[in-house]
């Protein structure tokens, strides 16, 4: 079974700085894709970055990042230079390659506030 | 830029009703989902949807609920007879493939209200 673990309830962060949500996770498939998502407060789900487990190099789009560590199976999303529509819950999923589930598992998500 | 789109944004109806939550997904998507979210809780997985019938479904995916592609843009989830514990938002997603390379792309929602 794929698990995902968001350990950061609520962040703090200053408007223009960095920030990171941390997200671990567990799975015996070989291979697995992992995704970030932004849930604003009017509730729609926005893809944010995906990460292939085979990957060799981390994901980014534009101010998003993906820092992945596989051997600590870790995969935080790194936000640059934060902006006041940053503030959102974030959530972070996974899906197994093989083993024919197609679901996206979620962690119970981070609630990012950006600060003026 | 093609989105996944969800009628209607709000419904309110009263325990042991039926209820229609409709979906357009994305056109070249072949995969389609449904996810709920209780409020203030993570997102759930229900059930998958390919080639006209369901792919997976989860525990909570129980006789009550059942999911139908009844044309060829429209794919609509149906809940027979509403309690309470079934409110919360839906989710409808789509996806080109089943890979967990693919990704699923959600619509807006639709907030359930069972009085």
């Known amino acids: 079974a794929q698990k995902i673990t968001q350990t950061q309830p609520g962040m703090f962060v200053q408007e223009k700085e960095a920030v990171t949500l941390d997200c671990t996770y567990d799975?015996?498939?070989?291979?697995?894709?992992l995704f970030w998502y932004k849930q604003p407060s009017s509730g729609e789900m926005i893809f944010l970055i995906y990460?292939?487990?085979?990957?060799?190099q981390n994901a980014t789009e534009g101010r998003y990042s993906l820092n992945f560590q596989k051997a600590r199976k870790s995969a935080n999303l790194v936000i640059s230079a934060s902006q006041l529509g940053d503030s959102a819950m974030y959530f972070c999923?996974?899906?197994?390659?093989?083993?024919?589930?197609?679901?996206?598992?979620f962690g119970k998500g981070t609630k990012l506030t950006v600060n003026p | 830029e093609p989105e996944v789109t969800q009628t209607p944004s709000h419904q309110v109806t009263q325990m042991g009703q039926e209820v229609i939550l409709r979906c357009v997904p994305i056109?070249?998507?072949?995969?389609f989902y449904w996810y709920r979210q209780i409020l203030g809780q993570k997102v759930e997985f229900l059930v998958s949807?390919?080639?006209?019938?369901?792919?997976?479904k989860s525990e909570i995916f129980d006789d009550q609920f059942s999911v139908e592609r009844p044309d060829g843009s429209n794919f609509t989830l149906k809940i027979r007879s509403t309690k309470l514990e079934d409110s919360a938002m839906y989710f409808c997603?789509?996806?080109?493939?089943?890979?967990?390379?693919?990704?699923?792309?959600f619509g807006p929602g639709t907030r359930l209200t069972v009085l």
């Open positions: 799975t015996s498939d070989p291979s697995y894709g």
């Open positions: 949807f390919y080639n006209n019938e369901i792919s997976e």
């Open positions: 056109s070249n998507h072949l995969y």
């Open positions: 999923a996974m899906r197994g390659v093989q083993g024919g589930s197609e679901k996206l598992v």
């Open positions: 997603a789509s996806g080109k493939l089943a890979q967990g390379t693919d990704t699923q792309y």
């Open positions: 990460q292939g487990s085979y990957d060799q």
